[in-house]
């Protein structure tokens, strides 16, 4: 009797429990490929039984990433919680270790966070703003109290870049003993929060040339897909939208690309040629043997790419299961050996670093470039370039 009764009965921690299963199939498979009966097979139970505890799918989603949320502002109360200790450096050591081990506990969270945040209501999406703004505003005037001369933008800015380096751990699959994980974070934070922003609106940069006659319809289709991508996300927009802002019907869109998705994976591989045609000037105009030379001009070049024509924008922020299964094996092998470049170049010129401590600071770079670049409240700032590189240089340690 005892046996049946404790087969019957209900987890105390089912919500919990349904939420962990929802985070990783939504990882694994995005928030489009995710149905409610896959999550109600996942968990053991019956769709009905599901809607016990949730809405519905969305429900979910927004449950996942707010109760992560949640997390970040207790970890940021903990460490801030008596005001004569935010002058204290190990409180902010304190904030940023808690953060680091959060992130590296969780990175489905962060994952969802980066790209399936944009699937929920209006209500919890305004919500997620408000709270994370006004926790990025309570480390950023702790950082004033150690950094006075820093404006209240600039501490903003370095506070985003923070969060980045946090972030960065759902963009890719490298892990470490948690702690070691947790003290490299760390230690990338505090580059972070250390630098010392350029003045002035940096060199002017050439205007790019002109295109000689009139681009071809593939092209016109692909330029407009990648500005439609970057400004609504993948799932929003459909060939009738490439169609018409490129001039033609909807349907005519399909003489070109079989589907949204291959015109996706187009965008991702004239990402990549760009990336790589621009790595490649980089590294050919550094001095033989000065690999501290090759990664600032690398990161210099990633920069100037990534603020240039939207490809690479949409390349990075769009989930890869939005991608055919048979163009996935290519693009992942063009953003790996991109990747690679910079991990070699890393270990040489801080040959104390493991291979794999060397592609998380990578990942840690290139995702702060990535994202403030995506963020409004910082994006429109006139010396982006210089700053972004400046921080880029910090967290790889060769500024």
């Not at 949320?69 to 808690?98: K, N, P, Q, V």
């Not at 950023?140 to 001369?149: F, G, I, N, T």
């Not at 770079?365 to 240089?393: F, G, M, Q, Y």
Request: aromatic share 4%; glycine share 6%.
């Amino acid at each position: 009797m005892s046996d049946d009764s404790s087969r019957n009965r209900r987890p105390r921690d089912r919500k919990a429990q349904l939420a962990a299963v929802a985070s990783e199939l939504f990882r694994q498979r995005g928030y489009h490929g995710v149905g409610i009966n896959d999550l109600a097979a996942a968990a053991g139970i019956t769709g009905p039984a599901l809607y016990r505890h949730f809405a519905d799918k969305q429900a979910i989603l927004a449950h996942v990433l707010l109760t992560g949320l949640r997390d970040m502002e207790l970890a940021t109360e903990a460490a801030l919680d008596d005001e004569r200790r935010t002058e204290s450096y190990e409180s902010i050591r304190e904030l940023l270790t808690g953060l680091a081990a959060r992130s590296v506990e969780r990175r489905d969270v962060a994952a969802l966070w980066r790209w399936e945040g944009r699937h929920l209501d209006a209500e919890s999406q305004q919500q997620i703003r408000r709270r994370s703004t006004a926790m990025l505003a309570a480390w950023a005037r702790v950082l004033q109290r150690k950094r006075p001369e820093l404006s209240d933008d600039d501490a903003e800015l370095l506070c985003w870049a923070t969060l980045s380096v946090f972030g960065s751990v759902s963009v890719h699959r490298t892990t470490l003993p948690k702690r070691r994980f947790t003290d490299l974070l760390t230690s990338l934070a505090l580059r972070v929060l250390h630098v010392e922003l350029p003045e002035g609106d940096g060199p002017s940069e050439p205007p790019p040339p002109r295109a000689l006659g009139t681009p071809s319809r593939r092209e016109q289709l692909l330029t407009e897909a990648a500005e439609l991508f970057r400004k609504r996300g993948f799932a929003a927009v459909s060939m009738e939208d490439i169609g018409k802002a490129a001039g033609i019907a909807g349907p005519s869109v399909y003489r070109h690309f079989p589907s949204k998705a291959a015109l996706l994976a187009a965008i991702g591989r004239r990402a990549g040629d760009r990336l790589m045609v621009a790595a490649d000037h980089a590294l050919r105009a550094s001095a033989p043997a000065d690999e501290r030379e090759a990664l600032r001009r690398l990161a210099a070049s990633y920069v100037q790419t990534l603020t240039g024509p939207p490809e690479l924008l949409v390349a990075f922020s769009v989930d890869h299961v939005h991608i055919d299964e048979r163009d996935r094996p290519e693009l992942l092998r063009i953003q790996r050996d991109y990747v690679d470049q910079w991990v070699r170049l890393l270990e040489a010129a801080q040959p104390d670093l493991e291979t794999r401590e060397a592609k998380i600071t990578v990942h840690a770079a290139l995702t702060i470039a990535n994202d403030l670049t995506r963020t409004r409240r910082v994006a429109s700032r006139p010396n982006l370039v210089e700053e972004l590189t400046t921080l880029l240089h910090a967290v790889l340690g060769i500024d």
